[in-house]
C-alpha cells in the first residue's frame, strides 16, 4: 500500500509539465515576496515519508483566505502492519491549548480515511479533500483564550539576578 500511495504522487498525469520547466528566479525580495502570496491560489503540499513503509506525513498548505492567510494542516497517514490496504489518515492535534482547532465536520479522519481507502492515490484524495476546504466556511475554529495562569501548559518562572 505504502508504495501504491507513493508512485501515486509521482504518476505522469499528476505532475504538471510546465511548472517543472518553468525556470524561476533565484532570488526573491521581501516585497516580491508578500506580494506574490497576496495574489497566491496554488495548494502547496510537503510529503515526507520518514517512517517508510509504515506511514507518511503531509503538510497541506491551502491557498490563504481573507481572515486566515497561512494554514498549515498536519496529517498523517499510517498504514497498519496487519491490513495494509486500509490506511488511516489521522489530523495532527495542536501541541498546545492556544493552536489552532481544526474544523471537525471538514476534518473527519474517519471520511479522510474512507476516501483515500477508496482511491489509494494521493493526488485524488487531496482533491477530494481540498474540495470541501474550498465550501467550508473556515479551516481551523475560533479559539478563545483564558488567559488564567493556570491554563498556560508551562509556569512563568521569575529569575533574579545578583548584582
Request: net charge negative.
Amino acid at each position: 500500500m505504502f508504495n501504491t500511495l507513493f508512485t501515486s504522487i509521482f504518476h505522469s498525469t499528476t505532475v504538471n509539465k510546465e511548472s517543472v520547466a518553468q525556470e524561476k528566479p533565484m532570488m526573491l525580495s521581501l516585497k516580491d515576496i508578500l506580494s506574490a502570496s497576496q495574489h497566491d491560489n496554488t495548494l502547496r503540499l510537503e510529503i515526507i515519508t520518514v517512517d517508510a513503509p509504515h506511514s507518511m506525513h503531509i503538510t497541506l498548505s491551502p491557498p490563504p483566505l481573507p481572515d486566515q492567510p497561512l494554514v498549515m494542516v498536519p496529517l498523517s497517514i499510517d498504514i497498519p502492519a496487519d491490513c495494509p490496504t486500509k490506511p488511516i489518515v489521522r489530523l495532527n492535534t495542536p501541541s498546545t491549548p492556544y493552536a489552532q482547532k481544526w474544523n471537525p465536520r471538514l476534518f473527519d479522519q474517519d471520511q479522510m480515511s474512507a476516501e483515500l481507502q477508496q482511491t489509494h492515490s494521493i493526488p485524488q484524495w487531496i482533491h477530494w479533500l481540498y474540495n470541501k476546504m474550498t465550501t467550508a466556511d473556515s479551516y481551523p475554529m475560533k479559539r478563545s483564550h483564558d488567559f488564567n495562569e493556570d491554563s498556560y501548559p508551562s509556569k512563568a518562572i521569575k529569575m533574579e539576578i545578583d548584582e
